[in-house]
């Protein structure tokens, strides 16, 4: 077992791309980077096209997710928070996601969008406004967006070129551990 033997691929270093320019973003906003770093990971993935189609079901079913956490709001806000609320209203949206996700025909994305729903329900905190609820929503978006935006501008030819001398350095290294390990061996 090699332990330090270790890739770093282009999609590895996208995506922590992607959450360090999010992070950045949202220092300077002065808001929790949490939701749209997370979103960012969620997105990318290997491509292109790949990214586009991940992103395209994201913000759909962000969008499920974020149009039931505003209908729990407003049901939790009619009530003065009552806590019977979320103990009965929380279980029947997701039902109802899960149906909307299905007539939509994108049942891949009843996990994303009832993920989306669940995290912004219930972390609402009980002074919040409905702009807490869409600026959560938000969120998601704009992790979405960098995920693309990386995936699409991120200098790949010269990535690539950081990836293969990375390459070169592992196989150099490990040839090094064999050594070190085949000559330990002999003794």
């Known amino acids: 077992m090699n332990f330090f033997h270790v890739h770093i ?3 590895t270093f996208k995506t922590g791309l992607a959450v360090m ?3 950045i973003a949202y220092h300077f906003v002065d808001r929790p980077a949490f939701v749209p770093a997370l979103a960012a990971v969620f997105a990318l993935r290997e491509n292109w ?3 586009l189609s991940f992103a395209k079901l994201r913000l759909v079913s962000n969008a499920v997710g974020g149009g039931l956490a505003i209908v729990f709001y407003l049901f939790r806000e009619a009530t003065h928070n009552a806590d019977w609320i979320t103990i009965v209203l929380v279980p029947v949206l997701v039902m109802a996601g899960i149906i909307i996700h299905n007539k939509l025909d994108q049942s891949i994305g009843i996990v994303g969008g009832m993920a989306a729903f669940l995290m912004i329900a219930l972390t609402i905190p009980l002074d919040a ?5 869409f600026l959560r929503v938000m969120d998601v978006f704009v992790g979405v967006l960098f995920a693309i935006a990386i ?3 991120a200098m790949p030819d010269e990535i690539k ?3 293969d001398k990375v ?3 592992e196989k150099g290294a490990k040839r090094v551990i064999d050594k070190l390990e085949h000559k330990h061996h002999e003794e």
Not at 129 to 133: L, N, P, S
């Open 9 to 11: 691929g282009l999609r």
């Open 21 to 23: 320019l999010v992070m």
């Open 49 to 51: 096209d790949n990214t």
């Open 129 to 133: 406004t409905i702009d807490y609820v």
């Open 151 to 153: 995936n699409r501008f």
């Open 161 to 163: 070129k950081v990836e």
């Open 167 to 169: 390459i070169k350095v």
